[in-house]
């Protein structure tokens, strides 16, 4: 009875401070001299970009971007040039051995697909999206770093695909905006986390689109998907849940770093690997898979990636080849601050300048 006395008495460390203590610890290290900067991007005021509603009148939204001298990134960063383009040269592997990325063709993007931001150094904020004359709203505000994984997805016409975990929907919704997913099943394990996902598709996606046949809303533990349904898309987005370093040094609401959710926290990595195997068993030999988290750690990017590698490898007989996003880096570096020193995978250092991210993304393609 003494001790819980003495235990409530205690002042509460808000799971901020936490928060922001276990990543100068860890970050330090990992980032460097890049740390502070970083550290001090995470705390100020985060840039948001506008991924147009291609479903409604998207002629007049573009209009009105381009007035207030927004440009669309995506279209900024096309990679329909040649991979010999001078003007885009591809980077040497950063890695050798096993690992060792499969060069890529710069992304062919659909056109389809359009994202307004402002320029390096412009904070200017964008207003709420309206209804448009067929009742869609015009646009939906995002992190533009959470388009990226969307984009090396690379999803082209007649393909299937699986975003394993969904929701709140930024990342489907950007994929059926592609207008390329034959099929697209999104699944969560959490059932209200999808009925805002269910909401976001109504405001953005006239009904006659997600027909039964072409969209697929299902909540199951992602872990054992691959047990169920293997080798049966062509795409898998794997967006595991993380430690969310930007909410979590920010906000106290549904913080992982409190106190009482430290055994959720030391056990993520184990789960995201689980949720990338199960992509991975998901995917059609000869498909692809993209990890992705919106964390600055090691320990839930590069080392989870090359686990889920192993594992695949070992217990499944399953190949993989890393795939070189060098080509992203160059094409959205007006866009975007990349870190560049991933032994697997990309990742995106939000800088005050570009106060995006944190995004980490890698992409694996499925030999058999
Ligand atoms: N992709 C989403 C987007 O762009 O809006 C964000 C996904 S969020 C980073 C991670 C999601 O994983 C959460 O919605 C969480 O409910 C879900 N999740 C956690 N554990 C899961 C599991 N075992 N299987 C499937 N989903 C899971």
Redesign the pocket.
């Given at each position: 009875i003494y001790k819980k006395k003495w235990a409530s008495s205690q002042p509460r460390v808000p799971s901020t401070r936490l928060a922001l203590h276990s990543m100068d610890m860890s970050y330090s290290l990992q980032l460097g001299e890049l740390w502070p900067s970083t550290r001090l991007a995470l705390l100020c005021q985060q840039k948001y970009a506008a991924l147009l509603n291609g479903f409604g009148d998207v002629s007049k939204t573009i209009r009105e971007m381009e007035g207030r001298r927004a440009r669309d990134f995506v279209y900024e960063g096309r990679g329909d040039r040649p991979a010999s383009d001078p003007s885009c040269p591809a980077r040497p592997p950063v890695i050798s051995g096993d690992m060792a990325p499969e060069m890529e063709h710069p992304i062919a993007v659909s056109p389809n697909l359009k994202c307004f931001t402002f320029p390096r150094g412009d904070i200017t904020r964008f207003k709420p999206a309206r209804p448009d004359s067929l009742r869609l709203l015009e646009y939906y505000l995002m992190d533009a770093a959470?388009l990226l994984p969307v984009l090396i997805l690379d999803v082209q016409p007649g393909h299937t695909v699986l975003?394993?975990?969904?929701?709140?929907?930024?990342?489907?919704l950007a994929l059926l905006q592609t207008e390329c997913c034959r099929h697209l099943t999104v699944?969560?394990?959490?059932s209200s986390?999808l009925s805002r996902?269910r909401k976001i598709l109504h405001s953005y996606v006239p009904k006659n689109i997600y027909t039964e046949d072409r969209l697929r809303i299902t909540s199951?533990?992602?872990?054992y998907w691959g047990e169920v349904e293997r080798n049966t898309f062509d795409r898998v987005?794997v967006?595991?849940?993380?430690t969310?370093d930007r909410h979590s040094v920010l906000e106290e609401d549904n913080n992982i770093f409190s106190r009482l959710r430290l055994r959720e926290r030391q056990r993520l990595p184990l789960?995201q690997t689980q949720?990338l195997v199960s992509g991975i068993l998901a995917t059609k030999p000869g498909g692809s898979i993209v990890y992705s988290?919106?964390s600055l750690s090691q320990l839930q990017n590069e080392y989870v990636v090359e686990r889920a590698v192993q594992v695949a490898k070992t217990e499944h007989n399953v190949e993989l080849r890393l795939v070189d996003l060098t080509a992203v880096q160059t094409l959205y570096s007006d866009t975007f601050n990349f870190y560049g020193r991933c032994r697997v995978g990309e990742l995106v250092l939000p800088h005050l300048t570009a106060n995006f991210g944190p995004m980490y993304f890698c992409k694996l393609h499925r030999v058999h």
């Open positions: 959470s975003d394993l975990c969904a929701a709140p929907g930024g990342k489907s699944n969560d394990i959490s986390r996902l199951f533990d992602g872990r987005l967006d595991v849940p993380c969310t789960l949720l988290t919106c």
